[in-house]
């Protein structure tokens, strides 16, 4: 079955606490992004990849770090997280050969930061 | 700056009733938006789509609307069931050919009433 899947689904952590959500995708896409998303504020990209070694920021990249060493593999790393990170998180992934930009997201990952 | 636009944050309709859920840009170079449906606990799943050079694509019970002079969309559902009931997010990659990211609104609430 194609599939996105994040790890964890739940994590509560405290301020400054490094963590790890890994994203693993089986479908041979090149794209993959993160997206959080806040009440009111739908779902912003943090930071996506083109390719393997290729990454840039989206929108919201501050605090966040992020690797690509793998095609099927893009994890989200928080350094030293703090309470405003406290989200909902997204990772997508989209193969070129689709024309019609449809990217195929994870279930998400509930955040809490204390 | 919000670039797609979401202004009704839910809609409450009756089984069996249209629903209609109304979408706004800012930007003319988007050529291309999407519909996204999002339940709880869940990642967004991809809907419908339409490019700019129709202004209506239809998908069984799904039809999105597209008035480029006006920068609006809508996605109507007829009829609505109250499996219907979720989050729909519009969103776009901006022009085509451009990074892949998708700018999403902030999302409609919609709600099917029995």
């Known amino acids: 079955e194609a599939q996105v899947t994040q790890n964890p689904r739940y994590l509560i952590t405290v301020t400054g606490k490094k963590l790890t959500v890994t994203c693993s995708q089986n479908m041979n896409h090149e794209y993959m992004s993160w997206y959080r998303q806040d009440p009111g504020l739908g779902l912003r990209q943090i930071y996506y990849s083109m390719n393997v070694e290729v990454t840039d920021k989206g929108d919201v990249p501050e605090g966040y770090k992020v690797s690509r060493k793998e095609k099927r593999n893009f994890p989200l790393i928080l350094e030293s997280p703090s309470p405003n990170q406290t989200s909902l998180y997204f990772c997508?992934?989209?193969?070129?050969?689709?024309?019609?930009?449809?990217?195929?997201f994870g279930a998400g990952t509930r955040l809490s930061v204390l | 700056d919000q670039q797609v636009k979401q202004n009704s944050p839910s809609l409450s309709v009756q089984e069996g009733r249209i629903s209609i859920l109304n979408c706004d840009y800012t930007n003319s170079m988007f050529d291309y938006f999407l519909w996204y449906k999002k339940y709880p606990a869940e990642g967004p799943t991809f809907l419908i789509s339409?490019?700019?050079?129709?202004d209506k694509n239809e998908d069984g019970r799904f039809t999105v609307f597209l008035n480029k002079s006006a920068k609006h969309l809508s996605l109507h559902i007829v009829p609505s069931q109250p499996g219907d009931s979720a989050v729909y997010f519009c969103a776009s990659p901006g022009h085509t050919g451009a990074n892949s990211k998708l700018t999403f609104g902030k999302g409609i609430t919609l709600s099917v009433r029995p």
């Open positions: 339409i490019s700019s050079i129709k």
């Open positions: 997508a992934s989209r193969g070129w050969g689709n024309t019609k930009n449809i990217q195929y």
